[in-house]
């Protein structure tokens, strides 16, 4: 299974069971663990855990390998690590609290600004 099919099934995963704010980023030239970065939220910690199982039944079902997986248990933030690929489901206040999309803010620069930086 290849990176795209891994993003298409994870968000469809995701969108089964309306995880809302999904977010999608490209962190393969800012990290060399990872290509990829899936974050979405969920109201309530049985439907991040839904998620999460959703997630990982559909990848596996397409092929792909989960390497692991973390929160599960608290269900406030759980990382799946398909790879090349990680998924972030957390609360709405958790996701506000550590703000991921900021970390990972060099890729929503536009081309021609994310160019320069890097000269």
Same mark, same amino acid.
């Given at each position: ?9 994870? +968000? ?9 704010? +999904?977010?999608?980023?490209?962190? =393969?030239? +800012? !990290? ?8 979405? !939220? =969920? ?24 390497? =692991? ?14 790879? !090349? ?35």
């Amino acid at each position: 299974m290849n990176l795209e099919q891994m993003k298409q099934a994870t +968000i469809e995963a995701l969108e089964d069971l309306k995880g809302r704010d +999904i977010a999608v980023l490209d962190t =393969g030239r +800012i !990290s060399s663990l990872f290509e990829c970065v899936i974050i979405a !939220s =969920g109201d309530s910690t049985r439907q991040t855990r839904a998620m999460a199982k959703r997630v990982q039944d559909r990848v596996k079902g397409l092929g792909a390998r989960v390497i =692991g997986v973390e929160g599960e248990q608290e269900g406030e933030w759980i990382l799946v690590d398909l790879g !090349s690929l990680i998924v972030h489901i957390m609360h709405p206040a958790t996701r506000a609290y550590y703000n991921l999309e900021e970390l990972w803010s060099t890729q929503y620069l536009p081309a021609a600004r994310r160019r320069a930086a890097a000269t």
